[in-house]
């Protein structure tokens, strides 16, 4: 295997620093004036993690394709990090939120796509009941009360490197074998410790051992690991954890966010999971904030059972922006004519299509690298075999060879997500673009072995 040295990265950095520099006057420009009033120079601070001297400023997106200030194009494989993972702007959605915006934008009360809405997510999804918030970090945290609630337990259980989104009760890691707080838990005074266990992803001795106790009233997990890279269960995995759950009287929670890539009804239903509580976020409304719990009916008798022990007036968790006109119509538009079998019939042979050109690029280089995949969401990993848990795959992070190949790419009209090497092919995306994004890292990937 070719090793590729500190001093290589560090000098491919140093040029494409440069030519990122050049190539966008504008967005430079642009980033000095918004750094007179939004903190860092940007409204939210993720914008800053592409590993660019300074943010691309956005003019329109539209599919696949992403413009600039500058005028610069881009292949758009980011896609929002999958909040618009079946294309910018689709059509259906574009017009039922122009429709919906002469009728009003929230009422706190339903309407006829409320309706339709609950039909699709129940049929799409095998989960009779649903709730709607506005993001999936605020459904995981309604999720994780419920269960509590219903199970009379304190604790919950998730996975090291876990991503359920801005959740304090699940923002702790693993270093060494003990629970530490994660960086990102800013000013947090209590510590979740102390009702949140974490163990290693694909080990079944830990998860029987954590359940034993008799006190995890849920496991909150991604059917596949995707916040230190991806996570693949082993085979067979799921069908034990799923009976030691249940075994175990504890609830068993999908946290799709990411996972909808998979298939229609996400990972859970390809591989037949049957969760007792199911998330999805990001995606369900084609970029309009929005997420979806959805629960069986043993769990929504627990929740009624809870509501009645409860005086009048507290009518449960949510906030009054959930469920809004728009975001209901614009959910409606993705499931009736975006999330479809038909979308993922292109998107899933175009993912294979780069694992392939992929895994092509990296033997001819004779890299230490390997590529992973799960339905449309594909990911070129700098170590030489899959992690099996989140210490295993963080340990294989290398942050700045990661940030020379984005830069790169970017600097040749490629967008990955700013988070890993991670691809998402939507219901617009090309095989010209599957294919320049190959040629853009076996280009990467010849400066840096030279």
Not at 142 to 154: F, H, L
Not at 269 to 286: E, T, Y
Not at 298 to 324: C, F, K, W, Y
Not at 346 to 358: K, N
Request: glycine share 10%; proline share 6%; with cysteine.
């Amino acid at each position: 295997m070719i090793m590729i040295t500190p001093h290589r990265i560090a000098s491919l950095i140093a040029t494409e620093e440069a030519r990122f520099i050049h190539d966008h006057p504008r967005a430079r420009t642009l980033s000095e004036r918004l750094a007179q009033h939004w903190h860092n120079g940007v409204p939210f601070h993720w914008m800053l993690d592409w590993g660019t001297p300074f943010p691309l400023i956005v003019e329109r997106a539209h599919g696949s394709e992403l413009i600039t200030v500058d005028g610069r194009h881009f292949d758009d494989f980011c896609l929002a990090d999958t909040g618009a993972m079946f294309g910018h702007s689709p059509p259906a959605v574009a017009a039922a939120i122009q429709r919906q915006a002469t009728q009003g934008l929230g009422y706190m009360l339903p309407g006829e796509d409320t309706l339709v809405v609950g039909d699709l997510l129940a049929q799409r999804f095998g989960l009779p009941w649903w709730q709607i918030t506005t993001t999936a970090s605020e459904a995981n945290r309604a999720v994780i009360r419920w269960c509590r609630g219903i199970t009379g337990r304190r604790k919950i259980l998730v996975f090291n490197g876990c991503y359920h989104g801005a959740v304090d009760d699940v923002l702790i890691d693993l270093r060494d074998g003990e629970p530490e707080l994660r960086a990102s838990l800013i000013g947090q005074v209590a510590d979740p410790r102390a009702d949140t266990l974490v163990i290693e992803f694909n080990d079944l001795p830990a998860l029987e051992r954590a359940l034993a106790t008799g006190d995890i009233a849920c496991v909150l997990a991604e059917p596949v690991m995707t916040n230190v890279g991806m996570v693949l269960p082993d085979p067979g995995y799921w069908t034990a954890a799923r009976q030691m759950i249940r075994a175990a009287g504890s609830l068993l929670v999908a946290d799709e966010t990411h996972c909808i890539s998979s298939g229609p009804a996400g990972e859970s239903g390809r591989i037949g999971l049957q969760p007792d509580l199911f998330v999805i976020g990001k995606a369900i409304a084609g970029g309009v904030p929005a997420a979806a719990y959805g629960f069986a009916d043993h769990v929504a008798a627990g929740m009624d059972r809870v509501q009645r022990e409860r005086p009048a007036g507290h009518s449960g968790i949510g906030t009054t922006l959930s469920a809004n006109a728009l975001a209901m119509a614009a959910m409606r538009a993705m499931l009736e004519h975006v999330i479809t079998p038909a979308s993922y019939a292109h998107m899933l042979p175009l993912a294979e299509r780069l694992v392939t050109g992929l895994r092509d690029v990296i033997t001819h280089h004779g890299l230490a690298w390997h590529v992973a995949h799960v339905g449309a969401r594909v990911e070129f990993v700098c170590t030489p075999s899959p992690p099996q848990n989140g210490s295993a795959a963080r340990a294989g992070m290398q942050g700045d060879l990661e940030r020379a190949i984005h830069l790169y790419l970017i600097n040749r009209g490629l967008l990955l997500a700013p988070f890993h090497n991670m691809a998402l092919i939507s219901p617009a995306t090309t095989a010209d673009q599957v294919d320049r994004l190959i040629a853009g890292v076996d280009g990467v990937a010849a400066a840096l072995t030279g």
